[in-house]
């Protein structure tokens, strides 16, 4: 057994491990304000926009939630409440992520499950919950039957980066654009990761 050094310096305990369960129709509030504020700037003239983008990111949730598709699965994690934490009305929805079962032309490549939509709320980040949702969204691509994950990220999205590679994704594709070529916006980044195939197959 490893003995803890008594000279090395007290370790911050680990932040509770969120509970991740599927999303319904009555968060939709809630998960609207998350993927709004993460994906979008409120500065300056922005804020004249920016109710008219989350009006637009909730009708389309709210259409993907409402389908209910077997195909289709939207994933909210739930910050556990520590001691210091500050009390919520209810469950505090720190993230969210989409995963979507996609199956293209056989000259396309393999059926896979495309990831989307991951933000997590600004007080809950640096807290393993991007991770821990990444590694919901290879569960349910288990159950499906599907070993191959799929997801796009802009080049300039540092952050994003750093987590995918350390879930284990990595770059297949780099995607230019009009936008891309004049300088105007970043590249897209197509990342894949492959799972270990289960021993039982279940398809969807
Ligand atoms: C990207 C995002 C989802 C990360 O969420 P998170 O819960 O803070 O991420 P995690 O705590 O699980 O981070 C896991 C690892 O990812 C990397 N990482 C995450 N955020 C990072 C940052 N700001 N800078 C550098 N590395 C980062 C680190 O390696 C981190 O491990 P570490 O904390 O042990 O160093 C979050 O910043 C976000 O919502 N951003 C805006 C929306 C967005 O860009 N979504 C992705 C679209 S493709």
């Not at 609207?32 to 504020?37: F, M």
């Amino acid at each position: 057994m490893v003995q803890a050094d008594p000279n090395s310096p007290p370790q911050a305990p680990a932040a509770p491990q969120p509970h991740v369960r599927p999303a319904s129709l009555r968060d939709l509030d809630r998960l609207t304000d998350v993927l709004t504020a993460s994906f979008y700037d409120r500065d300056g003239w922005r804020q004249w926009v920016y109710p008219f983008i989350r009006l637009g990111i909730y009708e389309d949730l709210k259409q993907r939630l409402k389908a209910q598709s077997p195909r289709y699965a939207c994933l909210t994690a739930i910050a556990i409440p520590t001691a210091d934490s500050t009390p919520t009305n209810g469950e505090a929805i720190a993230g969210t992520v989409e995963a979507s079962l996609r199956q293209p032309w056989p000259w396309q490549g393999d059926r896979h499950v495309y990831i989307s939509n991951l933000a997590v709320d600004q007080t809950f980040r640096r807290q393993g919950i991007a991770l821990t949702l990444l590694r919901s969204c290879e569960q349910v691509a288990q159950r499906w039957g599907i070993c191959e994950l799929h997801l796009h990220v802009m080049e300039d999205n540092l952050a994003a980066r750093a987590l995918y590679r350390k879930a284990g994704f990595s770059v297949v594709q780099t995607e230019d654009s009009p936008a891309s070529w004049l300088g105007l916006q970043a590249r897209r980044l197509l990342m894949r990761k492959t799972l270990q195939p289960p021993t039982h197959l279940t398809k969807p």
